[in-house]
């Protein structure tokens, strides 16, 4: 089992920028990469970024250029700095442990954090 729990997320005006923070405990061992998601009201989750646990990272087209994914082994974080951000980009943030094969393709795995909320202003 893992448990995730994110944090940073907050409120910010168009064009800002905000650090999430993901830390996992418990076994890690049947996942290799931890991921980001986010869910807008009425929309699907969709997939933001993953990082590998030897630092291979993905991130979807929406954010590319903004947003860098980031990891820590040894503290078993990882983080999703969101720069220039956008209206667009409010939504729960949730983190997720799973596979990131070396396609870039990211599964996601059975274990999420309970999410955190950003919100962008214009």
């Known amino acids: 089992q893992v448990q995730l729990v994110e944090s940073g997320g907050g409120l910010v005006q168009a064009g800002g920028s905000l650090r999430l923070s993901c830390a996992a405990s418990?076994?890690?061992?049947?996942?290799?990469?931890m991921g980001w998601y986010r869910q807008a009201p009425g929309r699907q989750r969709e997939y933001v970024a993953a990082?590998?646990?030897?630092?291979?990272?993905n991130l979807a087209d929406s954010v590319k250029g903004r947003f860098t994914i980031s990891g820590d082994n040894a503290k078993k974080t990882v983080s999703l700095q969101m720069n220039s951000l956008k209206p667009e980009d409010t939504a729960v943030y949730f983190c997720?442990?799973?596979?990131?094969?070396?396609?870039?393709?990211?599964?996601?795995?059975?274990?999420w954090g309970q999410g955190t909320q950003v919100t962008v202003s214009s």
């Open positions: 990082i590998s646990n030897s630092g291979r990272t």
């Open positions: 997720n442990a799973g596979l990131l094969n070396y396609g870039g393709n990211y599964y996601s795995g059975n274990y």
């Open positions: 418990g076994s890690t061992a049947s996942v290799n990469a």
